[in-house]
């Protein structure tokens, strides 16, 4: 039988150390995402294009990561937690880490995350594989579709949608 509330201490435990890394990474992200337009930052082509992999490389690992962890740890809350109060707790504290590093992202972050989705979706049309594994090509459009509604709906900025059309 599982230990039901030595489970719940092992993830609140885990979201707790993420939650606090999340807090302290704020500063950082936000600091990036101003140094992209820093004069003496841009000045410089090739510092320029240096930070800018620092950038990629720094925040889209820490980005990944967090979100790795905290899919299985809702996976994990799913399967072994079955009280209703403690399943709440873990959820809200969840959700409130997505909340955070989504804001941390700006909408700058956000877009640039669909927009390279929806690039990725449109150039593996052409790919053999989707003929060799009878993948149902329906399926990228229905994606591209489900990005572009989500824009439209949400990203009611001109600039928070980007110039890349759909």
Do not use: C, W
Request: glycine share 4%; charged share 30%; aromatic share 10%.
């Amino acid at each position: 039988m599982i230990d039901e509330e030595n489970e719940f201490n092992k993830i609140y435990d885990s979201l707790s150390e993420i939650e606090s890394l999340v807090d302290r990474m704020y500063v950082p992200t936000t600091t990036m995402e101003d140094g992209i337009h820093k004069r003496e930052i841009v000045a410089d082509r090739g510092n320029y294009k240096k930070f800018v992999d620092f950038e990629i490389n720094f925040t889209h690992n820490y980005y990944d990561f967090i979100t790795t962890i905290v899919h299985k740890l809702v996976d994990i809350t799913n399967s072994k937690i079955h009280s209703e109060k403690n399943s709440q707790i873990l959820y809200m504290k969840i959700i409130n880490i997505l909340r955070k590093m989504t804001y941390q992202r700006g909408h700058r972050g956000v877009i640039g995350e669909l927009d390279g989705a929806a690039e990725k979706f449109k150039n593996s049309k052409s790919s053999p594989f989707i003929n060799i594994l009878d993948i149902d090509i329906n399926l990228i459009d229905d994606a591209l579709n489900v990005i572009g509604n989500f824009k439209r709906k949400f990203l009611t900025d001109p600039d928070e949608k980007s110039g890349q059309p759909l």
